[in-house]
């Protein structure tokens, strides 16, 4: 090799290894200087990037923060106070004096001990499931109605619902209970009028438990269909019409393409519909108290009836208090699977 060309290398490779060479103050091309100034810049952009990720992942706290607080303030006090009261030999005397006697778990041996509790409880369950079967039933059917309407009777129809859903229960429960009513009852009046069932002039159908249970049903389903039947239409109202029209094609019939197509797309607002409804029919009281105030004979008593009555009629507070824990409870039971099944179905969608 020419000296001139060994010349020419030599000084490259030193100006290469010179620690001293502008070239060593950068590091990787565009990526600034690779020195002390570099690093602490490096780390102060590592840290804004932590600290934007943390306030992120904080944010939906923050939100929720003033709901969970007014929740804890509104439900959460009651719920312990009715708690402590369970525990507590709390009586009449109780609220003139001020002063309980704790008793532990008393109240609740007392009450899983009467000959009530089984009967109250199965019949709870019995018609909390009648009511939310009924409901969910009439309001899908009521929905699909809706859905082959024109707009006119839609909008109609909607009105409709929207002001039985509005009415209050007790000055609906106070309706019916004229509706039914023996003497001049609108009900009876028809029936008898149309020589449908012989005379009803003077039939009370409050008197017999299953004919009580029959009016309470109606009344709890009228004023639950409202609901239920404008979510599961805002639902069905986002389904393509083409997933039909593939179903048909392939010779899908129309109970087929309900199987195959709605009840699948429609599954979380059935689940979400399902929870809201056993939650309101486990829990219904004022319809039940004003038509038969549990009668008759008890015949129409569940958990909700039974512990007012035992808390006011009795004057035993701990036990009515520890009958709605119990309530309480089972309510969280039987709405757990619905609620995993919801979460579940949200996740994979």
Known sequence: MPRSERGVSGEGAAGVLDPASPAQDRGPAGQGPAGPEGK????????????????????????????????????????VRLVLISMQDYGLRALFTGTTRWNGAANYRAVLADGQFGAVLLRTLVFCAALAAGTLVIGLLVAQLMGRLGRRMRTAVTLCLICAWAMP???????????FQPTYGVVNWLITSTRLAGDYAQHDWLAGPHSAFFVLWLLVVWQSVPFVALTLHAGLSQIPR????????????????????????????LLLVTILSVIWDFNVFNQIWILTQGGPNGA???????SFARAFSSQSFGQGAAIAVVSVALLLVLTASYVRRLVRT????
Not at 346 to 349: I, M, N, T
């Open 169 to 179: 229960n007790v000055a609906a429960t106070l309706v019916w209970q004229w509706l």
């Open 40 to 79: 602490r810049a490096g780390r102060r952009a590592a840290r804004r990037r932590r600290g934007g990720r943390g306030r992120d992942r904080a944010l939906p706290y923050v939100l929720l923060a003033p709901a969970a607080l007014i929740l804890a303030l509104v439900l959460g006090y009651p719920l």
């Open 300 to 306: 129409t008593s569940t958990l909700g009836i039974w």
């Open 346 to 349: 949200g996740e994979q969608l």
């Open 242 to 269: 083409s997933y039909y029209e593939a179903a048909a094609l392939a010779g899908a019939g129309p109970w087929t393409g309900f199987r195959l197509v709605t009840v699948p797309l429609l599954r979380p607002i």
